[in-house]
């Protein structure tokens, strides 16, 4: 396979994740669910294949043991903000996403710390294959990711979380800062998983309580 049909694949994987969020917004239960797998086979390959590309650069043997750790934090940290902290089965499976938005933990940090990790898995990658193609696709892939979450955090996250525009307004978009940094800490600081306290905070009845409080004529 030629290096640009490559970098193709995985342009097509991020087209894929935009027709993602465009069919759960139309609530196409079924095509969301392909939609999602086509663009994770498809991006999971063309990284594969970019990896094991050549030719391949000459690294310093330090660079590379260097990158074995960074991509198992890159591949955690990737794993623990889009499929630990959002309510998997809802976004994967349901035809809308969940009307609960996640702000805490990496979502605290910044709107799409997905795009941050991913920056770090293609360092890490690069450094662990030596690959001379991810050297050139990995900028590519990166741009069309910034400019996918772009386009959700202008028109397609709106239209689904009614809150999103307060929440535009206090967490930076990509890059942290002090303030976000501060509260993604503090959050994570919390034992409750995120998508279990949101979702127990969105079901949440005040009359709960009520039935709770103690009965005047029981005290006697």
């Known amino acids: 396979m030629s290096d640009w049909s490559i970098v193709g694949l995985g342009a097509l994987g991020f087209l894929f994740a935009l027709a993602f969020d465009v069919t759960g917004l139309r609530g196409w239960r079924r095509s969301k669910q392909f939609v999602g797998l086509l663009s994770a086979g498809l991006s999971a390959y063309a990284l594969v294949q970019a990896a094991l590309a050549r030719p391949k650069l000459a690294l310093p043997a330090a660079l590379v043991w260097l990158g074995w750790p960074l991509l198992f934090v890159a591949l955690a940290l990737l794993v623990t903000s889009l499929f630990l902290e959002i309510p998997l089965f809802q976004v994967s499976v349901e035809a809308c996403v969940s009307p609960t938005l996640v702000r805490t933990g990496t979502y605290a940090l910044t709107r799409h710390p997905g795009v941050l990790w991913f920056a770090l898995l293609l360092v890490a990658l690069l450094l662990v294959s030596r690959s001379r193609l991810l050297l050139w696709a990995g900028p590519i ?21 009614p809150e999103y525009v307060e929440y535009r307004h206090e967490t930076p978009m990509l890059l942290p800062t002090l303030t ?33 409080r103690p009965d005047p004529s029981r005290s006697s």
């Not at 741009?143 to 996918?148: A, E, G």
């Not at 976000?180 to 309580?209: F, G, Q, Y």
């Open 180 to 212: 976000s940094v501060r509260r993604c800490w503090r959050t994570l600081r919390n034992p409750i998983p995120w998508a279990d306290r949101m979702k127990k905070e969105a079901n949440h009845d005040p009359r709960d309580h009520q039935d709770q």
């Open 141 to 161: 892939w990166l741009s069309l990711d910034v400019l996918l979450v772009w386009i959700e955090d202008r028109f397609i996250f709106p239209r689904q979380f």
